[in-house]
């Protein structure tokens, strides 16, 4: 068997199996919490978005331990800029995604805290055990604030977590347990196999294994993501398309980063230039192209999910243009995204606030207020 065709058979395989393990976790995981009589909000706030989180775990322990830090770190960066882009993109053209919720007012924010601060630990080319630490005890401390926040605002904050069913327990303890060790089972050797994979395909291809994980890694770990919130938005609930998103980025960043590191040992996690340099900025920007976008009227409008999609494949386009036999025509490609696209896309985010206020300022509620 050729060996490029071997190598995409195991990416294929990996995501398949970190999938359907995902999948076994959560439902494991979720009737153990029912069993045990953990509240529900709480198990919307932890274990289920661990189970969309749990792919990208896997395989950036998985990488750390096969020593390829680039894939453990390119991993999570990636599937940050793949979840804004993509996920929130495609969820936003099947329907718009409004909300009205703490969401936007804190969680949006405390994103762009922890990207910058993920970019500023990661500046001197590594992400130490310490930083690692900080990272978890940052995760720590946001769920629980979370919990705290969320029961003090039920009617607000509960719309945006997942309902569980009344039937998660039924079969008892021990086929709970056994679902939640498959899960774990079929999580690690597919993120194994993933890996692999990957690695293979960057060695074939004469690619860094960094652009293999900012591409088709990050785009299989966060396929759960993707389901969910497209799902979500099908049947209306835009809170819970767009918390998915919010929630699988901040664990992206505190606890896969942050668990990668310390999985490192007393070296940290090595960071390529290259992240540090065009991807990491990138994942910042995408955050904070958040703010704006909720601001206009609390919400991702069709337009405004296109043009996220549209920017992830002039993104991709940057990322493999170099590396092939048009890499020439590479500066120019980003010459004309710094002067032109960026520019425009500001320009429709700025215009669109600007409507937004124009009729806030107009409506009939604010003109009894003032």
Do not use: H
Request: glycine share 10%; charged share 10%.
């Amino acid at each position: 068997m050729p060996e490029f065709l071997q190598a995409s058979i195991q990416v294929l395989l990996g995501i398949g199996l970190l999938f359907g393990g995902g999948e076994l976790f959560v439902q494991g995981s979720v009737a153990m919490a029912v069993i045990f009589g953990i509240p529900q909000l709480v198990i919307g706030l932890t274990v289920v978005s661990l189970g969309t989180s749990a792919p990208e775990l896997f395989v950036s322990l998985s990488s750390v331990l096969q020593g390829t830090d680039a894939l453990a770190v390119s991993n999570v960066v990636g599937s940050n800029i793949f979840n804004v882009m993509v996920v929130l993109g495609s969820s936003a053209l099947v329907l718009p995604l409004r909300v009205e919720s703490r969401l936007v007012r804190r969680d949006v924010p405390l994103m762009i805290a922890i990207s910058a601060a993920v970019w500023g630990m990661a500046s001197a080319g590594r992400v130490t055990w310490q930083a690692g630490l900080a990272l978890l005890l940052g995760l720590v401390i946001n769920t629980v604030w979370e919990i705290r926040t969320a029961r003090e605002e039920p009617d607000d904050s509960g719309s945006a977590e997942p309902e569980i069913s009344d039937e998660a327990n039924k079969g008892g303890l021990i086929p709970a347990s056994v679902r939640l060790i498959a899960g774990i089972s079929v999580l690690s050797i597919g993120s194994r196999v993933l890996v692999n994979g990957a690695v293979s395909a960057a060695t074939f291809l004469g690619v860094s294994e960094a652009v293999i994980g900012l591409t088709i890694v990050s785009a299989g770990t966060s396929m759960p993501e993707l389901i969910t919130s497209l799902v979500a938005a099908l049947r209306g609930r835009t809170d819970l398309a767009i918390g998915n998103v919010v929630g699988s980025c901040l664990l992206n960043l505190m606890l896969v980063l942050g668990g990668g590191a310390i999985a490192a040992a007393g070296n940290g996690l090595e960071v390529s230039p290259e992240l540090i340099q065009d991807d990491l900025p990138v994942m910042l920007l995408t955050s904070l192209a958040c703010m704006p976008i909720f601001w206009t009227k609390g919400r991702i409008s069709r337009l405004e999910g296109g043009l996220l999609l549209g920017l992830y494949v002039l993104y991709l386009v940057d990322n493999v243009l170099p590396r092939t036999a048009m890499a020439t025509w590479a500066d120019e490609f980003r010459l004309v995204m710094l002067c032109a696209v960026i520019p425009i896309v500001m320009i429709v985010i700025f215009t669109q606030a600007v409507f937004y206020w124009r009729d806030n300022q107009n409506s009939p509620t604010t003109k009894i207020n003032t």
